[in-house]
């Protein structure tokens, strides 16, 4: 019985992983912007202005905008960047899939 439990405890922690997914991105450069960010799914969203949160782009060592950091519990397990004309290439499917890999590692 109390393996039963400890698993089901394991099982739950697991579940309930926190996906962040974060775009890094500065008003400037708002013609790149992600516009279909919003429509990810199984995750929250993060939206930071590098001009007005320098701090958050000097700790997470963004060095080109728009940058998508995906976070599971805090940590960065991926990291999206533009090209050098400031365009976003990852695409909404490619992030999505990675999201649903993540939550599918869990179990």
Not at 27 to 49: G, P, Q, T, Y
Not at 56 to 65: E, G, N, P, R, S
Not at 100 to 107: G, L, T
Request: net charge negative; glycine share 0%.
């Amino acid at each position: 019985m109390n393996k039963i439990i400890l698993m089901l405890l394991a099982f739950c922690f697991n579940a309930n992983a926190q996906i962040v997914v974060t775009e890094f991105n500065a008003e400037w450069n708002a013609a790149n912007k992600v516009d279909w960010l919003e429509k990810l799914s199984d995750c929250d969203i993060a939206k930071v202005d590098i001009m007005k949160q320098a701090d958050l782009q000097q700790k997470h060592k963004v060095v080109i905008v728009p940058t998508i950091i995906v976070f599971k519990d805090g940590e960065e397990i991926k990291r999206y960047q533009a090209d050098l004309s400031f365009k976003m290439l990852a695409t909404r499917k490619e992030i999505q899939n990675f999201i649903n890999e993540q939550i599918m590692s869990d179990f």
